[in-house]
């Protein structure tokens, strides 16, 4: 089980780089078996995907989470500036209540939990980028797309009450196209 929270001093400001060492310290804990486990999860987790979209959507998600977890564990970068404290409340609280609810499911998988809420946090509030990478494909030929400093999801307003997505806290906008 993760400590995210134990490691944070939610009543006050926390800066990026503190955010940052915590998942880093999280996802060092993580072996690559469990991350192969993960990856093989996200697979399997596919097939419920419209059949002409799985294979991209399943290499986009597996290569996307992959590489990120590469990228935590080895950024150096000395992040400036603070977290949003309500918005890191706010994605705390969705994220623990969804694993709450996924823990009694049939398929559920600790592992691709763990990395879930390490890559959602990393994504969201270190790097300010969407949780979905940029090219992210979705039905109907729609994708994540970055517009300068603005990044455009396909089906933001769609998943914004589902309490399976974070979509909530992803710092994604909704692409006004769709």
Same mark, same amino acid.
């Given at each position: !089980? ?6 944070? =001093? ?22 690559? %078996? =469990? ?9 399997? @987790? ?37 977290? =949003? !404290? =309500? ?21 559920? @998988?600790?592992? +691709? ?5 390490? !890559? ?5 509030? #270190?790097?300010?980028?969407? #949780?979905?990478? #940029?090219?992210?494909? +979705? ?17 933001? @307003?769609?998943? %914004? ?7 909530? +806290?992803?710092?994604?906008?909704? @692409?006004?196209?769709?």
């Amino acid at each position: !089980m993760l400590k995210i929270e134990e490691k944070l =001093d939610l009543s006050g400001e926390i800066k990026k780089i503190d955010l940052l060492l915590v998942l880093k310290k999280e996802v060092s804990n993580i072996h690559i %078996k =469990d991350i192969m486990r993960a990856c093989a999860f996200l697979r399997e @987790d596919a097939k419920y995907v419209q059949a002409n979209y799985r294979e991209g959507f399943a290499k986009a998600y597996v290569e996307g989470f992959i590489l990120r977890v590469r990228d935590l564990k080895n950024d150096k970068t000395n992040y400036e500036g603070c977290v =949003d !404290m =309500d918005e890191l409340k706010k994605a705390l609280k969705l994220l623990k209540d969804q694993r709450a609810q996924i823990e009694l499911e049939e398929n559920y @998988d600790p592992c +691709f939990s763990d990395l879930y809420v390490i !890559m959602s946090l990393y994504t969201t509030f #270190v790097l300010e980028e969407p #949780v979905h990478v #940029v090219g992210t494909p +979705f039905p109907g030929g729609l994708e994540v797309k970055q517009l300068d400093d603005t990044y455009l999801c396909p089906v933001k @307003d769609k998943q %914004k009450d589902n309490p399976r997505a974070v979509c909530g +806290f992803c710092i994604a906008e909704q @692409d006004p196209k769709v």
